[in-house]
């Protein structure tokens, strides 16, 4: 499975914004995804992972009720929808793919990676 993300840029602060992560393989659809952030000097953050079929979602406590994740598995995309931006939501957001288990907020739990979008906030 190979990922690319797209969709981050600049945003003001309290603004929304939807990053892709549009995936090759057909076997996108067998895999929980995941979205994971990284912003400078910091340790890479869990964000949100849904399940195979949409119907599980988990999210990091900073973007409860703020950001949505969703998949659509016949186009093979997964997406991250952010609402109410803040300065501290700015990083680069990778998608994953894999088969965490319960443990689905440690990054090493999964076994694919996209490159990364950039997401700038500005106050």
């Known amino acids: 499975v190979q990922l690319q993300a797209s969709g981050g840029g600049v945003v003001q602060a309290g603004g929304s914004l939807r990053v892709s992560c549009a995936a090759s393989g057909r076997t996108f659809s067998s895999y929980v995804m995941g979205w994971f952030r990284q912003a400078p000097g910091k340790e890479r953050e869990f964000v949100a992972t849904?399940?195979?079929?949409?119907?599980?979602?988990h999210y990091a406590d900073p973007v409860k009720g703020r950001f949505t994740i969703s998949r659509d598995n016949a186009k093979n995309t997964v997406y991250l929808q952010m609402n109410s931006l803040t300065p501290e939501d700015a990083a680069v957001y990778s998608c994953?793919?894999?088969?965490?288990?319960?443990?689905?907020?440690?990054?090493?739990?999964?076994?694919?990676w996209g490159q990364g979008t950039q997401v700038t906030v500005s106050s």
């Open positions: 994953a793919a894999g088969n965490p288990g319960s443990r689905f907020w440690l990054p090493r739990n999964y076994i694919y």
């Open positions: 849904i399940t195979w079929s949409g119907g599980t979602t």
